[in-house]
């Protein structure tokens, strides 16, 4: 009986040991609420009869966030719970399936999850060698900071002296690729410039990739530096003729403060940039996305109402802890109980960072008049992170003092300054329905081909 007993017991231990197997690994699925569709993946693991498991948003961008509780009971019954988010899922296991809902913050979806492998992103643009230009790994070192950076420098092979445009991340820890959701927009816009007759130094930013330095508590400031370090790079070259920048978003703001202060400067290119105050940019991005993603429009006054009174608070010259205090008591008068204590910290944290603080408070209308070397800016009309007209308008103002044509997509002031509008593009430059960030990954286009075109061509007739 003894014996018969035992075997019975390795046979329910190692039964239980293969379903448990069965709810190990990654399921993904994709959940949809209101107007935005959004891949989710949980990835669990047993570790000592323990589940765990981390959580993936790619549409955003997020990878690994770990969860606070993972129950899987009966063999059936799976249940995550991550409070920080006031998210919970709740699924029935059955085989290759877990069909379930999704709930966060009072907002329910059915999501269903497969554990079926994703194919990976198709990238039809992304470069591939052999390449019909050189290509360099080289070094950028910051003196005044005391880092190294790493890059590519790309050039044309038949030995002459080209123009060449310095590539400037947008906000963020990027790499010299602007690698974002799997597009690689710095290579692509470095392999056609190449090719086309213009070299392209692009670097991976402080901190990331294979540069030194620390990105956390970096702010524009240090990395305007580092793009200055990048402009002595070029000029100790012997195959560089005239020197351009070209920035993207947050670096789009960054070539101007650039520009304003080196003579060296001939040309920027500003790709998405603001013109108006981080602070205006993030109320404006924010009352766009909630709309685009089908939030009725008196949650958004409600959540707007918050987001604003927080964004009051953060100013320059206050001191962080008296900041971080005032945020506190605002949020929590403000949600009641709604909101838990990790969540306001986590809120706290996010705006009061000193990257944060800079954004918010810097006004590229005080920086956009010293600039004196000719400016494209181009911009995409479904923009929702930077509002193309108004920030197109605002950097057309500051640089000529008058108003934009409206009635034209392409505006140009005595050859100097010329802005374009781009009907139907993202925030990426990429052929989109909506606009919204979540729908970055899911486009194959990397940069539309009439964006990189209009780079060139304005580019190669400064000096014609």
Not at 3 to 21: E, G, P, R, V, Y
Not at 93 to 98: A, E, L, N, V, Y
Not at 235 to 242: F, T
Request: proline share 5%; hydrophobic share 40%.
């Amino acid at each position: 009986m003894k014996k018969a007993f035992f075997i019975t017991l390795i046979a329910l231990i190692s039964l239980n040991f293969a379903h448990a197997q069965n709810i190990v690994g990654s399921w993904r699925g994709i959940l949809k609420i209101q107007n935005v569709q959004m891949r989710i993946v949980f990835n669990i693991s047993l570790i000592d009869s323990i589940y765990v498991a981390t959580m993936d948003s790619p549409d955003q961008g997020v990878k690994g966030i770990p969860v606070e509780s993972v129950m899987f009971t009966n063999n059936m019954s799976l249940k995550i719970l991550h409070p920080p988010f006031m998210m919970e899922y709740n699924g029935v296991h059955m085989g290759d399936k877990i069909i379930g809902t999704f709930n966060q913050a009072g907002m329910t979806a059915p999501l269903e999850l497969t554990s079926a492998p994703e194919e990976g992103p198709k990238r039809p643009q992304e470069p591939k060698g052999p390449f019909p230009y050189n290509q360099e790994e080289v070094l950028i070192i910051n003196r005044v900071d005391s880092i190294v950076l790493s890059g590519t420098f790309t050039y044309p092979q038949d030995g002459g002296k080209h123009k060449a445009v310095v590539l400037i991340s947008g906000s963020g820890p990027q790499n010299r690729d602007s690698e974002i959701l799997g597009h690689k927009t710095f290579h692509v816009i470095a392999d056609y410039l190449t090719r086309n007759g213009i070299s392209v130094l692009r670097v991976d930013d402080r901190g990331v990739g294979k540069s030194g330095g620390t990105f956390a508590n970096s702010t524009s400031l240090d990395f305007a530096r580092d793009v200055k370090s990048a402009i002595e790079y070029l000029k100790g070259r012997s195959d560089v003729a005239e020197i351009g920048l070209i920035g993207h978003s947050e670096g789009g703001s960054i070539a101007p403060m650039v520009a304003s202060e080196c003579s060296d400067v001939s040309f920027i290119v500003l790709m998405a940039a603001p013109g108006v105050t981080g602070r205006e940019i993030i109320v404006t991005q924010s009352e766009q996305i909630y709309a685009a993603s089908g939030m009725a429009p008196e949650q958004i006054g409600k959540v707007m109402e918050v987001n604003k009174a927080m964004l009051d608070l953060v100013t320059p010259d206050k001191d962080i802890a008296i900041i971080e205090k005032e945020l506190y008591d605002l949020i929590k008068n403000l949600t009641g109980n709604a909101v838990t204590d990790q969540e306001i910290k986590r809120q706290i944290a996010q705006v009061t960072t000193p990257w944060m603080r800079y954004f918010l408070n810097h006004d590229p209308r005080l920086v956009l008049p010293k600039v004196k070397c000719p400016v494209l800016a181009i911009n995409g009309t479904k923009d929702l992170q930077v509002a193309s007209k108004t920030n197109l308008d605002a950097i057309y103002f500051a640089l000529t003092g008058e108003k934009r044509d409206e009635n034209s997509s392409v505006t140009r002031y005595n050859n100097s300054v010329t802005v374009i509008e781009f009907e139907g593009l993202n925030h990426l430059f990429q052929k989109c329905e909506t606009g919204l960030p979540m729908e970055y990954s899911k486009i194959e286009e990397t940069i539309n081909p009439e964006v990189l075109t209009a780079i060139y061509n304005w580019i190669k007739g400064l000096n014609e």
